[in-house]
C-alpha cells in the first residue's frame, strides 16, 4: 500500500524526498526483504539449521525500519516549516 502511494505521488510529479533519510529507507527496505528471503529459507534449512538468528536479525532489521520511518517524517515536517 505504501509503494502504490509513493508510486502514485511519482507519477503525479509529487515525490517527497528527505536528503539523508530517503536513500536509508531505500537501502533498508533491501535489506529487509533479504532478510525475509533468507527466514523463508532457513525454515527449510537452506541457510542455517534453524532461523533463530536470522528471525532476530530481521527483527532488529524492522526496529531501524521504523526508526528511519520516524526520522523521514520529523526531516520533512522541518522541511516544510523552513519553506514556510
Do not use: C, K, N
Amino acid at each position: 500500500m505504501a509503494f502504490l502511494g509513493a508510486h502514485r505521488d511519482r507519477a503525479s510529479r509529487q515525490a517527497t524526498t528527505v536528503p539523508i533519510i530517503t536513500p536509508l529507507l531505500y537501502s533498508i527496505s533491501v535489506i529487509a526483504l533479504t532478510m525475509g528471503v533468507a527466514l523463508w529459507l532457513s525454515a527449510f534449512d537452506f541457510i542455517v539449521r534453524r532461523g533463530q538468528a536470522v528471525f532476530v536479525l530481521g527483527l532488529l532489521m524492522l526496529l531501524v525500519f521504523a526508526a528511519l520511518e520516524f526520522l523521514f517524517f520529523i526531516g520533512l515536517m522541518s522541511q516544510q516549516g523552513r519553506d514556510q
